[in-house]
């Protein structure tokens, strides 16, 4: 069980637009490979900020043609704002700091993992409270110039690069280790 940031970015660091949008990775189409459902088959809780939760509602939920939640395990949304609701979703409404919720997040994951969903700043305040175990990137071939950070923390000390694995022609899947003493 572990506590996963996974996440896609572009070369130069940002996970959504200067727009909170995702519209620039959806330009690649699905990735070559199955690597986001291995992943998913492992995860047993989620959590993720407002702003992800808002854009997922938004262009997923509440578009001209509706989707279901795209998620089968609970999620815990972090948010200080009131935001809309999705029936039939286990989703949880959460504020406050990620240290007791991540507790309640453990116990219904099982031996699954937490993954952090977005955005880069939540999977910092897991860093901060020495909950982040794994930092997974997959970078994609463009670049945006400004938007919402990969992960807006000094990271100390390093990060241990685990794997490094090329998906499709226009991405590259990397896994680092978060070192366990982060000077707590």
């Given at each position: 069980?572990?506590?996963?940031?996974?996440?896609?970015?572009?070369?130069?660091?940002?996970?959504?637009?200067?727009?909170?949008?995702?519209?620039?990775?959806?330009?690649?189409?699905?990735p070559?490979?199955?690597t986001?459902?291995?992943?998913?088959?492992?995860?047993?809780a989620i959590?993720?900020?407002?702003?992800t939760?808002?854009?997922?509602?938004?262009?997923?939920?509440a578009?001209?043609q509706?989707?279901?939640?795209?998620?089968?395990?609970?999620?815990?949304?972090?948010?200080?704002?009131?935001?809309?609701i999705?029936?039939?979703?286990?989703?949880?409404?959460?504020?406050?700091?990620?240290?007791?919720?991540?507790?309640?997040?453990?116990?219904?994951?099982?031996?699954?993992?937490?993954?952090?969903?977005?955005?880069?700043?939540?999977?910092?305040q897991?860093?901060?409270?020495?909950?982040?175990?794994?930092?997974?990137?997959?970078?994609?071939?463009?670049?945006?110039?400004?938007?919402?950070p990969?992960?807006?923390?000094?990271?100390?000390?390093?990060?241990q690069?685990?794997?490094?694995?090329?998906?499709?022609?226009?991405?590259?899947?990397?896994?680092?280790?978060?070192?366990?003493?982060?000077?707590?």
């Amino acid at each position: 069980m572990k506590t996963i940031y996974y996440t896609a970015s572009s070369l130069d660091g940002f996970i959504a637009d200067s727009n909170n949008s995702l519209e620039w990775l959806f330009q690649f189409g699905e990735p070559d490979g199955d690597t986001f459902n291995q992943f998913l088959s492992g995860i047993g809780a989620i959590a993720m900020g407002s702003t992800t939760y808002q854009w997922i509602y938004d262009h997923q939920i509440a578009n001209p043609q509706p989707q279901v939640w795209p998620y089968q395990m609970p999620a815990w949304v972090f948010t200080t704002r009131e935001l809309p609701i999705v029936a039939d979703a286990d989703i949880r409404f959460v504020r406050g700091e990620v240290e007791p919720i991540h507790t309640t997040m453990k116990e219904v994951a099982g031996e699954k993992s937490i993954w952090i969903v977005g955005g880069g700043d939540l999977a910092g305040q897991f860093y901060d409270a020495n909950l982040l175990d794994e930092i997974t990137v997959t970078f994609a071939s463009v670049t945006l110039g400004s938007g919402a950070p990969l992960f807006p923390r000094t990271v100390h000390p390093p990060l241990q690069l685990q794997s490094v694995e090329r998906v499709g022609h226009e991405f590259v899947e990397l896994r680092y280790q978060v070192p366990s003493s982060q000077g707590k």
